[in-house]
């Protein structure tokens, strides 16, 4: 999965999606960070800023909501990767994201640092 690492509400996000990832299905790669790598992938640093995108181990690039379920499900969250995975809610869900992707930073200011806080936690409390 390619985020954005600037983001703390999205750095959340692949926190408790990290600490669900015990089979070892998911990576994640910042996309402000050396290891993205915008030839290779196939998707500009600005076009990842405004979609959601996943790759799989065989190169297939995946966007959108599909990212979504694709990733819930890996994570061992299947009523998640089942909502997510709807026809009749994408495009809500589409459309969602694409306003989320747009204010990611001001929706994360205010949002962010409760959300990582909850996540760390969370996560400590499993540990």
Known sequence: M???GLCPLCQAEIQFLS??????LLS?????????????VGV??????AAMYAQYD????INGVDVFSAAYARANLPFLAWLFSRSALQPMFRWGYRFFAKHRHAI????????????????????
């Open 2 to 4: 390619f985020y954005d």
């Open 19 to 24: 600490s669900r990832n015990q089979a070892g």
């Open 28 to 40: 994640f790669i910042d996309i402000h960070s050396v290891q993205y790598s915008p030839a290779k």
């Open 44 to 49: 500009s640093c600005s076009q990842a800023l």
């Open 58 to 61: 065989d190169g297939e690039l």
């Open 108 to 127: 994360s200011n205010i949002f962010g640092p409760s959300a990582l806080w909850l996540v760390n936690a969370v996560n400590k409390r499993g540990q």
